[in-house]
């Protein structure tokens, strides 16, 4: 079951279903066109029309997946092949899977034509509302992996419909065969069993099924019947991670290539104006100089060589003024747009404004900030083209392969169909590896600056950025600042909550509260700078959970009330989030006596339609906070690979947990403070607390995985760090907070 980068023929997509290799290829038709009409639209060069995903079976019985999504280490690519096979009723162990390449069959152009053209769709997709199909849309049409959309949309509405697709194809094939009905056979194991003792393999079946177009509303397997689906499956992808056979961005190779690495302006905004390369050209193994927008590329024989001459470029650059911008400055801004109250509605119920006036409201303000985030990927930006002869090659690891080739094609100037990208592995994205792309990343990436300097070298060229280049040129999660206040009642319940807030980033609701207030004004404020902003993993959440959840969490503490038991009463209309809440208490110990030293927090959230609930134990070391224990409890609808699920889960707390002790990138003079791992710290091994996973099966619609447990830890600890000093912070990260433990009758005073 080895996980295959290689890439598929061109020739292997331009048919819709149909015989290829004696074996059946089926990608889900967009249409009621038969199989021969859409076979003849793609061999015509027209958009080839599939939904999501295909599936090959070939005369050896074996079932190859191809999957349009980047594998980062979430194991996409095998929870999605899991998808498709569980309803397809293949034998796990002829199984196989590749990731698909950038090819508009994988696209889905026309994905939104399929859904507003009145197709016929399974009972399963048709409670989805119509703002969820546009957005199945679009992430398609871009091929991107991000959002944490791969299982909840493509495996949903892609994989499982293809699968069972497939099935039923080779069902018609056997039942013609054996001059059957269709009910007296059975898919079990990639066989069908007939009467009399009939029996054939996919394999054997596969020319036959080719013959027939996929239904567009198969029949989908009961959740009871799943055999694959739920089970901890070895992932594709972990041999070639062991043995070294994967290949990253970081490794591609080509004939005659050659290295850049960049001296970039280090203030945001600024261009070049001059170099003087005289001296670095007479280096050995030095090729050429050229300039592009942000800066200036040194090529190489090797990177050594490349980078240690771009550090001695000297570079005049015109900064426009930006180096008077400092993160001072910019929360500045934020503080007076807040005042001047020009926003945007987000949610208005109630009326928040009377409330705030009535005569002796009981008003509690807070104001909440964050500071910019790198994504601090384990592998550094790179990518690898070579132009030449009219055509584009390109190397990298992408979270967006088909909007990598559209990028590459606008800057060289090349018809999209001359350009061809090879994705490769990625070492962590986080939404880092997304090219240009409106609603996505506004600001050019290293596939514009690696393109635009292949465009100047008669050689393949890698470009590969330093650590110092990564941190500081990055698009980054936003410094963000949220001023809260609420209205009080006799009680010390919440009568009106408001929020005003900076920049509404992706998701749209991620300011959205699950709480029982009665009166709520939620709105944003655009205050733009030169600093590149871009998607963090969890995006917009990352900001709104700490805010939210540590500002409920002070209303509970200024009312004498649990914090849990508080989430519990504003929660009464919200069984699931209850639930969830209800779980992590139990399974932390919640209210049991802790060891010397030792507190909790909680923070719950409902991201990418998960719901994620946390307990954090703490302590306090040295004026610093020391997490020894995440309690982690998540409804993501179900769970497809258990191993993967508790993984990602783990993944986004550790991540989430990093930013919130140490993660900060200062601007000071217009550009970044920071330049390596030296003053950009990761979590150590050593610092890592014990992290425990609960997941509650609650047959909702699946939510994402990747990202929702990520916002949550942040609040979490905040709200456990002021059980043990009594000291609210309102700010990240905790390292630049210099806590004192506190007696445990002070610690539960509001400050």
């Not at 390596?676 to 699946?702: C, K, R, W």
Request: include cysteine; proline fraction near 5%; hydrophobic fraction near 45%.
């Amino acid at each position: 079951m080895a996980f295959q980068m290689k890439k598929p023929s061109r020739r292997q997509f331009l048919i819709a279903s149909g015989v290829a290799a004696g074996g059946l290829l089926v990608g889900y038709a967009m249409s009621g066109s038969s199989r021969r009409e859409a076979a003849e639209e793609a061999a015509a060069d027209k958009g080839e029309r599939f939904v999501t995903a295909w599936l090959k079976i070939a005369p050896d019985n074996i079932v190859t997946v191809y999957v349009p999504h980047a594998d980062m280490g979430q194991g996409v690519i095998t929870a999605l092949a899991m998808m498709a096979a569980e309803e397809m009723e293949a034998d796990w162990s002829l199984v196989r899977a590749e990731r698909a390449p950038a090819e508009t069959a994988f696209a889905n152009e026309s994905l939104r034509q399929f859904f507003m053209d009145g197709i016929e769709v399974p009972n399963l997709l048709k409670p989805v509302n119509s703002a969820a199909w546009y957005k199945v849309a679009s992430l398609m049409n871009l091929q991107v992996t991000g959002g944490s959309t791969s299982v909840r949309y493509t495996g949903q509405y892609g994989m499982r419909v293809t699968g069972a697709a497939a099935k039923d194809m080779l069902v018609k094939a056997a039942a013609a065969r054996w001059n059957c009905a269709e009910a007296d056979c059975t898919a079990a194991m990639s066989m069908i069993e007939g009467p009399d003792g009939k029996s054939a393999t996919y394999g054997e079946l596969a020319a036959e099924a080719a013959g027939y177009s996929p239904s567009a509303a198969p029949v989908l397997k009961s959740k009871k019947d799943y055999t694959i689906v739920g089970t901890p499956k070895p992932r594709f992808d972990i041999p070639g991670k062991v043995d070294g056979s994967a290949i990253y961005g970081v490794d591609a190779k080509a004939p005659g290539m050659v290295y850049a690495a960049v001296n970039i302006a280090p203030v945001f905004g600024a261009s070049p104006v001059s170099w003087d390369a005289s001296d670095i050209l007479s280096r050995r193994g030095i090729r050429q100089v050229v300039g592009f927008p942000a800066g200036v590329a040194v090529i190489a024989d090797n990177y050594w060589r490349a980078s240690q001459a771009a550090l001695a470029l000297n570079v005049e650059y015109d900064t426009r003024g930006h180096e008077a911008t400092t993160s001072e400055t910019i929360f500045g801004l934020q503080d007076a747009a807040i005042e001047a109250d020009e926003s945007d509605e987000d949610v208005e119920t109630g009326d928040t404004d009377a409330a705030l006036a009535a005569p002796g409201a009981d008003i509690v303000e807070a104001r909440y900030r964050v500071p910019y985030l790198a994504h601090a990927c384990m592998e550094p930006m790179n990518c690898t083209v070579w132009i030449r002869d009219g055509k584009a090659d390109v190397w990298v690891g992408t979270q967006d392969a088909l909007g990598t080739r559209a990028r590459v094609a606008e800057i060289s100037g090349l018809d999209f169909d001359n350009v061809t990208v090879h994705p490769l592995l990625l070492g962590g994205g986080f939404g880092r590896r997304i090219p240009v792309r409106a609603g996505f990343s506004e600001f050019p990436s290293e596939i514009d600056w690696a393109t635009m300097i292949a465009g100047q070298v008669d050689a393949p060229v890698k470009l590969l950025y330093s650590r110092e280049n990564d941190i500081q040129h990055d698009a980054y999660r936003p410094a963000v600042t949220s001023r809260l206040r609420a209205v009080m009642d006799k009680d010390g319940m919440p009568l009106a909550w408001q929020n005003r807030y900076i920049y509404k980033d992706d998701p749209e609701d991620a300011a959205h509260i699950p709480y029982a207030i009665a009166n709520q004004s939620i709105r944003s404020i655009e205050v733009p700078t030169e600093i590149p902003r871009g998607p963090w993993r969890s995006v917009a959440h990352t900001q709104h959970t700490f805010f939210s959840e540590s500002f409920i969490d002070e209303l509970a503490r200024r009312g004498g009330y649990d914090p849990l038991d508080y989430r519990r009463t504003l929660l009464k209309n919200q069984p699931r989030h209850l639930a969830v809440l209800d779980l992590a208490g139990q399974k932390a110990g919640w209210g049991a006596p802790l060891a010397e030293g030792r507190f909790h927090g909680v923070a719950i959230q409902q991201s990418f339609e998960t719901i994620v609930a946390e307990v954090a134990e703490i302590s306090i070391v040295d004026k610093a906070v020391r997490v020894h224990r995440v309690v982690a409890v998540v409804d993501c609808g179900a769970v497809i690979h258990p191993d993967t699920a508790a993984q990602q889960v783990e993944s986004g707390i550790i991540y989430g947990l990093t930013a919130a002790l140490f993660g900060e990138i200062a601007i000071a003079g217009g550009a970044v403070a920071q330049t390596n791992f030296t003053d950009y710290e990761m979590l150590h091994l050593s610092q890592t607390p014990e992290i425990e996973v609960h997941f509650i099966e609650s047959g909702a619609p699946l939510g994402g995985l990747g990202e929702p447990a990520t916002p949550v830890v942040s609040a979490a600890v905040s709200n456990a760090v002021f059980s043990a000093t009594g000291k609210r912070i309102r700010q990240l990260p905790f390292k630049n907070h210099d806590l004192a433990p506190a007696s445990g009758k002070f610690a539960q005073a509001a400050d």
